[in-house]
Nanobody
Framework: QVQLVESGGGLVQAGDSLRLSCTAS????????MAWFRQAPGKEREFVAA????????DYADSVKGRFRISRDNAQKTGSLQMNSLKAEDTAVYYC????????????????WGQGTQVTVSS
């Protein structure tokens, strides 16, 4: 099992920046990639960004490309999501996720999830 704990959410104004962190523990050596998803009220959970632990290969949703940056510290098994130029539509609960499956796509099939952290962007 892998446990994930997010931190760093909060209330900011449009145009501000925020950094989310995710700490993994447990059988982290079995995981291949970590990702961030988000879920806004009344909407389905959606993919935001992902990164592989070893190679650092990344993928981003079009809606955040150029504004968000995902990173990881493989030795510490921590991940971060730097969010810049935040918009009201970025308001959501953000979830950290990890998976063991090795595939080309990084946008789905995650095994482990954190509890989520709220990000609210006021316009």
């Amino acid at each position: 099992q892998v446990q994930l704990v997010e931190s760093g959410g909060g209330l900011v104004q449009a145009g501000d920046s925020l950094r989310l962190s995710c700490t993994a523990s447990g059988r982290t050596s079995s995981t291949y990639a970590m990702a961030w998803f988000r879920q806004a009220p009344g909407k389905e959970r959606e993919f935001v960004a992902a990164i592989t632990w070893n190679s650092g290969r990344t993928d981003y949703a079009d809606s955040v490309k150029g504004r968000f940056r995902i990173s990881r510290d493989n030795a510490q098994k921590t991940g971060s999501l730097q969010m810049n130029s935040l918009k009201a539509e970025d308001t959501a609960v953000y979830y950290c996720a990890a998976r063991t499956l090795v595939t080309l796509t990084l946008r789905d099939r995650y095994d482990y999830w954190g509890q989520g952290t709220q990000v609210t962007v006021s316009s």
